[in-house]
């Protein structure tokens, strides 16, 4: 083994443990603030007067919200800092998500989802983009798995979590419900302020590296960024208005519309099948066995390099457990596809966001990304909107998700045919082995 291989082993080792587990810990809770409300639907519907349809609507509002201040909140993180902008973001979310107990009615639920959506704005693309400053290209698609760890985590943990919490009904005269928005949205606030104190910006001021750990990370990523900016020179507005951008965000809009349709009424789904009580456990599973399955392709993905065809491959898996779900009324069947679809909808992440981190950088970068992954939520919305509608309007949710997989099914076709830009290697969107 060489000197350089070894000074990179430890290097990354110590970033990885340095970042990867607070950044976890952060993603945590903010997917849990974001889906809790499909586990206070079980009783907070009835409680303030909720169909499936307001519920629908107002689950999924969050997301439009969370389309218009994206794009302006990250290029705002670009030009303050990620330890500043993402302390702000999640202090802002943690209250607003806590005053999901002071709702009433529709109105009252709908404007604290809108609100929500506008303070979480920018995080997840922030940290994508700060992840670009500590780890070289050919680590994006491991540690993105690895950071994404915490969107299943947080719903098969928060699942039975969350069934606990709402046990608490009638303490103090607080519905369960409502003690749920509030335990599980004052930590964000409590972290948000350690955030000031525990994350820096760039390698140059880390002073928990050795001299030379620190020299080769910051000259690697300063390199990997000179060669993504002379291959793909971009403005602002040239990222925003560029096609692969878009076709981008075309293909995480719909993969966010079948798995957010499925996490935010799966809970509703399987309590047609199982015990009350039972709901969380069984809930958490297929969760559980996409983050460990993840966690294995987001390696077999740097390894082989082939973003687009991995990408597909997952998609198509979407597809298929949500065929096999929609096809059967009875638990096995419905629960095999499920665990299935959950397994291709988490594979997906680390093969796709391997793929706008190859050839944009700088503020175009923080545009760009936050573009696609403000299209991609705009899927938030449609998911839970056409299930909540077809729910209202057919009888179970089988056609609600029929609909879901033929989303899965439209991101395959896209990512198989679309064309990427000028300098990938194959001439197509697949970017096989960036920057190396």
């Known amino acids: 083994m060489n000197i350089e291989n070894t000074l990179e082993q430890r290097t990354m080792r110590k970033v990885m443990r340095r970042l990867l587990p607070f950044l976890i810990l952060l993603y945590f809770f903010a997917f849990l603030d974001r889906v809790n409300v499909g586990f206070a639907a079980l009783t907070m519907n009835k409680a303030i007067g909720l169909t499936a349809y307001t519920f629908g609507w107002g689950a999924g509002i969050f997301f439009l919200s969370y389309f218009l201040f994206e794009v302006p909140s990250t290029v705002a993180l670009s030009k303050f800092g990620a330890r ?43 940290v994508i983009l700060f992840l670009t400053t500590w780890f070289p290209a050919r680590y994006r698609a491991r540690v993105v798995a690895m950071f994404m760890l915490a969107n299943p985590i947080s ?3 928060g699942s039975v979590v969350s069934s606990y919490v709402l046990r608490l009904d009638g303490v103090f005269n607080i ?10 949205g004052l930590p964000s606030v409590v972290l948000g302020v350690i955030t000031l104190r525990y994350l820096i910006d760039s390698p140059k001021q880390a002073t928990w590296l050795a001299n030379d750990e620190r020299d080769w990370l910051d000259q690697t990523i300063a390199a990997e960024a000179a060669e993504r900016s002379a291959r793909h020179k971009m403005s602002v507005f040239q990222a ?22 499925l996490v935010l ?15 969380g456990f069984v809930n958490a599973v297929p969760f559980t066995v996409g ?25 198509a898996i979407i597809a298929v457990g949500l065929i096999i779900a929609a096809s059967s009324s009875t638990f096995v069947p419905i629960f095999a596809g499920l ?10 992440l680390p093969a796709f966001w391997a793929l706008p981190t190859a050839f944009l950088s700088g503020t175009a970068a923080a545009a760009g990304i936050a573009l696609v992954n403000s299209i991609g939520n705009l899927g938030g919305f449609a998911g839970p909107y056409l ?50």
């Open 265 to 279: 009424w799966q809970p509703q789904i399987l309590k047609t099948l199982v015990d009350e009580h039972s709901i």
């Open 84 to 126: 500043i902008w993402l302390a702000r973001i999640m202090m802002t979310w943690g209250v607003v998500s806590a005053c999901g107990a002071l709702v009433s009615g529709a109105t009252s639920f709908m404007v604290v989802r809108f609100v929500l959506g506008a303070a979480e704005a920018g995080f997840f693309p922030g």
């Open 240 to 261: 925003l208005t560029n096609p692969h951008v878009l076709i981008l965000g075309f293909i995480y809009f719909a993969i966010v519309t079948a798995n957010n349709g």
């Open 175 to 184: 519905a369960g419900w409502q003690w749920l928005f509030v335990v599980e």
């Open 387 to 436: 299930l909540g509608y077809l729910r209202s309007t057919t009888s179970g949710h089988s056609v609600g998700m029929a609909v879901l997989a033929g989303a899965a099914i439209a991101a395959v076709v896209v990512t198989l045919f679309a064309r990427g830009p000028a300098g990938a290697s194959s001439g197509d969107m697949s970017l096989d082995h960036p920057t190396r």
């Open 155 to 157: 719903t098969a943990l």
């Open 339 to 348: 665990v299935i679809a959950a397994i291709g909808g988490y594979c997906a």
């Open 291 to 315: 983050a460990l399955c993840m966690l294995v392709w987001g390696r077999i993905v740097d390894k082989r390099g082939k973003y687009r065809l991995d990408l597909a491959l997952a998609c």
